[in-house]
């Protein structure tokens, strides 16, 4: 748990919150090499003249496998949910997360990586739907000193 009361004069960038987050992981089930995590963050944002009260909800969970002595795969999802009152111009966004990867560490100083995610929004509804969907693809080489 963790409260912020801030100090000098309150605007939107400068408010007093309360949040409250957990994190819950599970080693070597189903097998020796597997990690499972599950977390949640809930934050709960004081009004000021400008916006009523903000809050914001996060929860997640991720499955990572090491498959071999070289190689890790995960994959997971979020789910992220913001809630905003403009002073009674109410408005609600989610956006959902997915993604996969892996990465391959061939020898000690070498490092590849692959991550794939789709994000699935409600943010930009108003502008255009065709705008929801959003695609990222990443490849990493990191040289390990």
Do not use: C, H
Request: proline content about 1%.
């Amino acid at each position: 748990y963790e409260a912020k009361a801030v100090g000098g004069k309150e605007n939107f960038d400068n408010r007093d919150y309360s949040r409250i987050k957990g994190k819950f992981d599970i080693f070597g089930l189903p097998s020796e090499n597997t990690y499972i995590s599950f977390s949640v963050d809930y934050w709960d944002i004081k009004n000021t003249a400008d916006s009523d009260d903000n809050e914001r909800l996060q929860y997640g969970v991720q499955i990572s496998q090491k498959v071999g002595r070289t190689m890790d795969v995960w994959a997971g999802t979020s789910f992220n949910r913001y809630e905003y009152d403009y002073v009674n111009d109410k408005r609600k966004d989610s956006v959902r997360s997915y993604y996969v990867g892996g990465q391959y560490q061939p020898v000690q100083y070498l490092s590849l990586m692959a991550d794939l995610s789709m994000e699935d929004t409600e943010f930009y509804d108003d502008v255009d739907s065709s705008l929801d969907k959003n695609y990222t693809a990443e490849l990493w080489a990191n040289i390990i000193f």
